[in-house]
Each structure stands twice: as C-alpha cells, then as structure tokens.
Nanobody, 127 residues
Framework: QVQLVESGGGLVQAGGSLRLSCATSGRTFSTYTMGWFRQAPGKEREFLACINVINWSGGSTYHADSVSGRFTISKDPAKNSVHLQMNSLKPEDTAVYYC?????????????????WGQGTQVTVSS
C-alpha cells in the first residue's frame, strides 16, 4: 500500500507564497505520476499540476491554465517527494490541497486517473 502525506499548508496573506510537499511511504514505485488537486467548499476537486517520475527522476510536468505561471510542481531529487510551489496567492486559492499518485506515466489531469490520495492540507489565503 502507498501512503501519501501532504505538508506545508497554512494561512498566508494575498500575494504571499507557500510550498506544499507530498511525501510517499510504504510500497513505492520508481516510475509513476504524482499530481496536485484542490477542493474548495461546495466545489469539485480541481486539477492543478502533475509530474511524471521515471526511475526516481522528475520528467514531464503539466500545469492547469488557471495556475500556470504561479504554481510549479517539482520532484525533490534527494527524496521520494514532490513539491508544489505556489506564488502570488489569491483568496480564491483557499482550499484543501491534495496530492495523488498513480503507477503509470501519463498526463493524469482527472481525479479518476489516480489510485492513491493523501489526506489533504488546508491552505487559507487572507485578503
């Protein structure tokens, strides 16, 4: 079984930055896709970004148009974890942020593409 644990969420003022991390444990794969999603109250889960990891190294990345240029996904080269750097945060970025993983190399932008999910971390952006 794969466990995913998000960290790095919190309260930040508009215009600020946060870096979310997703650490994996348990059964791990050397080749997989990891993605970030968010869900605000009353809204559907929204794709943000994903990264293909091949033989432990980060490869192709995909970012949603809504966050492109502000959010960046990356693979930690030293650890089996993925980060989401979020800059120029806005109040509408307030949501619970989730990481997810699937043991395939695909452009996984749909929540149904993923087999494993973390518990989520709250991000609140104040105006």
């Amino acid at each position: 079984q794969v466990q995913l644990v998000e960290s790095g969420g919190g309260l930040v003022q508009a215009g600020g930055s946060l870096r979310l991390s997703c650490a994996t444990s348990g059964r791990t794969f050397s080749t997989y896709t990891m993605g970030w999603f968010r869900q605000a109250p009353g809204k559907e889960r929204e794709f943000l970004a994903c990264i293909n990891v091949i033989n432990w190294s980060g490869g192709s990345t995909y970012h949603a148009d809504s966050v492109s240029g502000r959010f960046t996904i990356s693979k930690d080269p030293a650890k089996n974890s993925v980060h989401l750097q979020m800059n120029s945060l806005k109040p509408e970025d307030t949501a619970v942020y989730y990481c997810a993983a699937v043991a395939q190399v695909i452009a996984a932008i749909d929540p149904n593409d993923y087999d494993y999910w973390g518990q989520g971390t709250q991000v609140t952006v104040s105006s």
